[in-house]
């Protein structure tokens, strides 16, 4: 009796520490498993939470840290650049607004006319809250409503006039237009006279024969070989480029790249223009403003304005210029119309909508 109570004690307690030491593996086992479920939870909770956190910074970065014109004087502001291709001393008469002042209306229009229009445009927008100047150049082939149907902003500027075209550019691109500055083309000598020489690049050989302007590309070269044709190198390519040419250099739309050469030079050309402003000393803009906008056809621009944004203008710098190109279709000239570009406009607005 003793012996079998004896040997129950010791099957017992072998058999409790089995059973123990099972319990504590299983346990252990279970616990692992949910300390690995929930910590590799964790890890993709964090990893999400980091994720957002990251965007939120790249976000932020948008506005860059170092943003020095957010601490200057004056408010953002944007200005609407545009040079016509108004060449009377070339081409003669032109297109009358009013028929009303032409004799032999009949005479006139058979004998032809030749009308002027917006051939450069430029937007530029100084952001304090980004910290920079965007540069937005607009293709005069850009296809725009107007009241009497679809047209190209080139002749939108004629037939309805500055206030009618600044409006159409706000509505495109979201931009609200403060100031203006309408330039013909014959005045570009005497405004660099006045501003200073703009750096530019020429990306092709430029030949005129005093009225056109084109390159010797294969549809041209066989005219600017011609002696009796009277075309001369007008401008080298470089990309270093200064001086007096503006008016041939803007004029000029026979690039190989096309409509995205012309744009690049509108773009850099305003930053030029730009560049040259900020050398002024901030005491003599205002004052010479007026020698600079005797050059100019058409402005709203004036000393208090520049006087009100002197601080913003003297801080540019093209560390800190960005041009935005606007997003859309370009349809080369069919036999039976010209050539166009058809902007999306959802995309231009979305793109430019940080720096409004």
């Not at 504590?24 to 990893?47: H, P, Q, T």
Request: charged share 20%.
């Amino acid at each position: 009796m003793a012996k079998g109570l004896k040997n129950f004690l010791v099957a017992f307690v072998f058999s409790s520490v089995v059973i123990g030491i099972a319990a504590l593996i299983v346990m252990n086992s279970i616990s692992d498993v949910l300390y690995g479920s929930f910590s590799k939870r964790d890890g993709e909770i964090a990893e999400i939470l980091n994720g957002a956190e990251d965007e939120t910074a790249e976000d932020e970065s948008a506005v860059p840290s170092d943003n020095k014109l957010s601490i200057l004087d004056g408010d953002s502001f944007t200005v609407l650049i545009v040079m016509t291709d108004y060449r009377p001393d070339v081409y003669g008469d032109y297109m009358p607004k009013d028929l009303d002042s032409v004799g032999d209306k009949v005479g006139f229009l058979q004998n032809g006319f030749r009308r002027y229009g917006a051939h450069n445009i430029c937007i530029c927008k100084c952001s304090k809250e980004t910290g920079q100047f965007v540069f937005v150049p607009v293709s005069p082939l850009t296809k725009v409503l107007t009241p009497t149907g679809y047209e190209t902003l080139y002749d939108a500027y004629y037939d309805f006039g500055c206030e009618y075209f600044k409006d159409k550019l706000t509505a495109m691109t979201g931009l609200a237009i403060d100031r203006y500055a309408i330039i013909n083309c014959t005045e570009m000598s005497s405004f660099v006279a006045a501003l200073g020489a703009v750096w530019a690049t020429v990306p092709c050989e430029i030949f005129s024969n005093g009225t056109e302007y084109v390159s010797a590309t294969v549809a041209t070269a066989e005219k600017v070989k011609d002696a009796n044709a009277g075309y001369t190198r007008f401008l080298e390519a470089c990309t270093d480029y200064i001086g007096p040419s503006s008016m041939g250099l803007l004029l000029f739309d026979d690039y190989s790249n096309g409509v995205d050469d012309e744009l690049t030079i509108t773009s850099t050309y305003c930053e030029g223009v730009f560049a040259n402003f900020a050398k002024f000393p901030s005491d003599s803009l205002a004052a010479f403003w007026p020698n600079i906008a005797s050059c100019l056809s058409d402005t709203d621009i004036d000393a208090d304005f520049l006087t009100q944004h002197l601080s913003l203008i003297g801080a540019y710098d093209i560390s800190i210029a960005a041009v935005v190109n606007i997003p859309g279709l370009f349809k080369s000239a069919a036999a039976n119309g010209d050539a166009l570009f058809e902007p999306d406009e959802m995309r231009t607005v979305d793109a430019l909508s940080k720096y409004r």
